[in-house]
């Protein structure tokens, strides 16, 4: 009597889809089918799937059938028993589920049947096939992490990053650039939906083609592949990759706190840049203390202008942009320092810079200290090759050269700041005496500096002018006597940021 199989075939690789495998595996089966007098039922495929598990497509697919229709189907064909699993527990499990809807499991280049040696066989297949699986899971695991502590990447390419030569990762010339762009603007204070529409309009895609979405953008400004650091704490690597980064770590680190909301940046993150509206996210409602919104409308006479307004409720602010930007300015020119506290503020400063660098120069000091004795070390460990073993030497070798590299890593990024002290004191008060001036002529992303600089808590407004206002203690500190207390109150401490 004729039996009817159904033949499976299977590959795990792309490159074995692309080659002949599953051509050469159902070729195989169906000749065994007609050299055992069996015909074929039909077949079920599945390209480039992994048989540790069973959730193959084609594979469930297979069984969903062959349960339906038990009573039609009397063998399960296979080009090798690897094929139909590679998991000992799961082969062993599937086979007896055959065994109990009567059908038999049988492999072209394997012998198995039903008596006990046959039974016997298939386990030790299954046993083989999963020693097998494990034996190569554990060399590439091996070889990852050999190229993770050489400094190469062994997983997914990040977006903006192409494959290139010895396992190095390259610049993509298309998206590398966008991406540098996207960690500049995140930087300056743009909110990230602002960031992620630049982004789209300059073509950036994912790595399919797909759209980019917000989520998509904030884990792409979290990557510290971008920043040429890998860090991958299952296999104990923490180390500088060896291809070029996209940005430098202080751009990666700024935007970190920008995600954060420690931005050390002076503009307004959350809120959209418009030159209509510059003082957006500085006014706030002299009725609830919440920040107004901007936005332009039509006037009686068809015209249009531009206000800034609260919603929240009948009588709430409600002020034309040229207006309040007039009363802003009124309230600038009337901050002027006095002349005698300026000298306080330059004892302080010259104070804390002379012992912040003092700090810095001990510190590099250790650490030039530390250098030294690591490359001693080094010297001692070469000058000793050829008593040690093989073994022991690349260890210590490996060891001494990774302590070297973390210590010149440590030097590079404690350098002492070189500034002309007096030179900078010259600018803080001119800035201070002429900040009227820098608004009036700066740009858009300068005077919201300027005004969050100032009043980093924003400033009440009302219908007739701007009324208390917290402001920069430092400012308070430096006032005249003449500018009124209500509209100056004091903040404790002065703005670190300053």
């Known amino acids: 009597m004729t039996q009817r199989a159904v033949i499976y075939v299977r590959v795990s690789s792309t490159d074995q889809v692309k080659g002949y495998s599953l051509d050469v595996q159902e070729r195989n089966c169906r000749e065994w089918c007609k050299s055992h007098d069996a015909e074929v039922d039909s077949v079920f495929v599945d390209a480039g799937q992994s048989a540790q598990t069973t ?29 139909f699993s590679r998991s000992l527990k799961d082969g062993a499990t599937l086979h007896f589920a055959l065994e109990e809807w009567g059908i038999k499991l049988r492999s072209v280049k394997e012998h198995i049947d039903e008596t006990p040696f046959g039974k016997a066989n298939v386990g030790n297949m299954f046993v083989w096939a999963q020693l097998d699986n494990d034996m190569r899971r554990k060399s590439t695991t091996e070889g990852m992490e050999e190229a993770l502590h050489s400094g190469r990447w062994t997983f997914r390419t990040p977006i903006g990053y192409m494959p290139g030569s010895k396992g190095k990762l390259v610049h993509d010339p298309v998206r590398a650039p966008i991406i540098a762009a996207m960690f500049q603007k995140a930087a300056d204070g743009y909110a990230l939906t602002d960031v992620v529409t630049w982004a789209k309009a300059q073509g950036l895609t994912g790595k399919m083609g797909g759209e980019i979405t917000d989520s998509t953008a904030s884990k792409l400004l979290r990557n510290e592949l971008l920043k040429g650091w890998i860090e991958v704490p299952d296999f104990q690597v923490s180390r500088q990759a060896d291809f070029e980064p996209i940005v430098t770590p202080e751009l990666w680190n700024r935007v970190q706190r920008v995600l954060n909301g420690n931005s050390e940046s002076l503009m307004v993150p959350h809120h959209r840049v418009n030159d209509k509206y510059p003082l957006k996210g500085v006014i706030v409602c002299g009725t609830c203390g919440k920040l107004a919104n901007a936005s332009t409308s039509r006037g009686r006479n068809g015209g249009l202008h531009a206000y800034y307004h609260c919603t929240r409720g009948r009588g709430h602010l409600s002020i034309r942009c040229d207006t309040a930007e007039t009363l802003f ?33 001990a510190e590099r000091d250790r650490l030039e200290r530390n250098l030294r004795s690591l490359r001693l070390r080094k010297t001692r460990i070469m000058a000793d090759m050829e008593t040690l073993t093989s073994a022991d030497f690349k260890e210590m070798y490996t060891a001494v050269n990774r302590d070297i590299e973390t210590a010149e890593l440590e030097l590079t990024g404690a350098g002492c700041e070189d500034l002309d002290v007096d030179t900078a004191l010259g600018y803080l008060q001119h800035l201070l005496w002429n900040h009227h001036n820098y608004y009036l002529s700066s740009s858009l992303e300068g005077k919201r500096r300027i005004s969050k600089l100032i009043f980093p808590d924003g400033i009440k407004c009302l219908k007739n002018g701007f009324g208390t206002a917290v402001t920069n203690s430092l400012f308070n500190m430096l006032g005249d006597e003449s500018v009124p207390k209500n509209d100056l109150v004091a903040l404790p401490g002065i703005e670190p940021g300053f």
């Open 329 to 361: 300015l009124d309230v600038l020119e009337r901050l002027q320092p006095a002349p005698a506290r300026i000298l306080v503020i330059e004892e302080c400063f010259r104070a804390a810079w002379d012992t912040k660098n003092a700090g810095a120069i």
């Open 55 to 83: 959730k193959r497509t084609q594979f469930k697919e297979m069984l969903k059938y062959i349960k339906e229709n038990r009573s039609a189907v009397q063998i399960v064909l296979v080009d090798k028993v690897d094929r």
